[in-house]
């Protein structure tokens, strides 16, 4: 029999409800990374984009496991979402750029967007690929220099650093650089895991170290809490790279804002699905670092804290 075919009204009804949908790749784990994840949400709502309302989320975790990000990347690309947030370290950008060059990327990452080759540029990159360069691994050295001022009968600083981030070799070089100009004696303690944790703290006390600086990669950041209770047990002076930590005790931190760089991922993220070219979106940086210190803490160890360092400092915990 011929005619004319009919939609069905439902079928028309769950076209008008589609919505689009976005891919949450990330280096970490959904309970750990609870609080960045709700700043990312809060930049979609600015955009216009409620989770559950006019927008989906598939989230994809590889839970500090970065060899599983490739298949998790395919696993997205296959599901033909509308974008890619790719999150949590240039690890989970490149594992994205690597399975689509047609689908929208934003990733947040604290290394060197440019020099890791996940852009050509920071301005016209034209590729599908933009985000938040957070610039953590950059401040290292300056990280380094800041921990010596703060402790400055410091001869001997551990660097606490995960042998299978991309950001290890890079960071390591340019601490070990930065450690030699400042005459210092600088051990780097490899970690990837918590049993690992606890190993570099014994060999900490052994080696006798006067102070430890945190890398910035992200399984550091979802131990927070173990590391500054390690550094709180063993009396050891700390650097790290996120304001979390002195909030949790930790001694000093100093870098960008974490929150406020994933809730402009967010943003990114819905002007993207609003018709925006990633291509048209330039690579955002901070701009505003932060040094926030744990006077509290400061005391417990025994530690003066400079006043150029005070006057300097945005955040002081009493």
Same mark, same amino acid.
């Given at each position: 029999?011929g005619?004319t ?30 609080y ?8 979609l ?33 296959q ?44 301005t ?8 938040i360069?957070m ?27 995960n042998?299978?981030s ?8 340019? +601490?070990?650089?930065?450690?030699? !100009?400042?005459g210092?004696?600088?051990? +780097? ?44 047990q ?34 990114? !993220?819905?002007?993207?699905? %609003? ?12 701009? %505003? ?6 006077? %509290?803490?400061? %005391?417990?160890?025994?530690? !003066? ?8 400092a ?5």
């Amino acid at each position: 029999m011929g005619g004319t075919a009919v939609a069905c009204p439902r079928a028309v009804g769950a076209q008008q409800r589609a919505v689009p949908v976005v891919g949450y790749l990330s280096t970490r784990s959904v309970g750990e990374a609870a609080y960045i994840t709700a700043a990312f949400r809060q930049g979609l709502k600015e955009s216009g984009f409620v989770e559950g309302q006019n927008v989906a989320i598939e989230f994809r975790w590889a839970d500090l496991q970065y060899d599983r990000l490739p298949a998790l990347a395919a696993d997205l690309v296959q599901r033909r979402v509308a974008v890619i947030a790719a999150v949590g370290g240039i690890h989970s950008g490149l594992a994205a750029k690597a399975a689509t060059s047609t689908i929208p990327i934003v990733f947040v990452s604290a290394g060197d967007p440019v020099s890791f080759g996940l852009v050509p540029s920071l301005t016209r990159h034209g590729t599908n690929v933009t985000g938040i360069s957070m610039i953590t691994v950059a401040l290292a050295p300056k990280r380094l220099e800041l921990l010596r001022e703060l402790v400055p009968r410091a001869a001997a600083i551990a660097m606490l650093a995960n042998p299978t981030s991309p950001y290890f070799e890079p960071e390591t070089r340019e +601490v070990l650089d930065a450690a030699r !100009t400042l005459g210092l004696q600088l051990h +780097v303690l490899k970690a990837n895991t918590e049993r690992d944790l606890d190993a570099a703290f014994s060999m900490l006390v052994r080696q006798r170290v006067d102070a430890l600086l945190v890398s910035g990669d992200p399984f550091f950041d979802s131990q927070r809490e173990k590391l500054v209770a390690l550094t709180a047990q063993r009396a050891i002076p700390a650097m790290y790279q996120w304001r979390e930590f002195p909030l949790l005790g930790g001694l000093v931190s100093y870098g960008s804002n974490i929150t406020g760089q994933y809730r402009e991922a967010g943003i990114y !993220t819905g002007r993207i699905l %609003k018709g925006q070219k990633p291509a048209d979106l330039p690579i955002l940086q901070p701009t %505003k670092l932060e040094l926030v210190i744990n006077l %509290k803490t400061a %005391k417990a160890l025994g530690l !003066t804290i400079p006043q150029s360092l005070m006057i300097r400092a945005d955040e002081v915990i009493q």
